[in-house]
Nanobody, 125 residues
């Protein structure tokens, strides 16, 4: 069983910053490979959307709404990704989820995606 655990959410005024962290781990064996890792978010009454993603080669993509304000990074040795969020706006208020694609461990034969349980980000205007 692979676990993705997010942290770093909270309440911040508009224009402020937060840094989210997501750590992937497994209770059996060790993580062998994770392809793309990403941050998704879902606001009340809205569909979940991908905010940022980083591939196993280090290529990054961002949603138009966060370009220039958010930065995704990855520590491959620690199976960890980060999301630096600057100049936060009220529209950024949402639950933020971490996703790992094609996660393979030393005890599994094939990969599958996993999601964390989310961390709440609230931006006050």
């Amino acid at each position: 069983q692979v676990q993705l655990v997010e942290s770093g959410g909270g309440l911040v005024p508009a224009g402020g910053s937060l840094r989210l962290t997501c750590v992937a781990s497994t209770v059996r064996g060790a993580i062998f490979r994770i392809d793309t890792m990403a941050w998704e978010r879902q606001a009340p009454g809205k569909e979940r959307e991908q905010v940022a993603a980083i591939t196993s080669a280090g290529s990054v993509t961002y949603a138009d709404a966060v370009k220039g304000r958010f930065t995704i990074s990855r520590d491959f040795a620690k199976n960890t990704i980060y999301l630096q969020m600057d100049d936060l706006k009220s529209d950024d208020t949402a639950t933020y989820y971490c996703r790992g694609d094609n996660v393979i461990t030393t005890t599994t034969m094939w990969g599958r995606p996993y999601w964390g349980r989310g961390t709440q980000v609230t931006v006050s205007s």
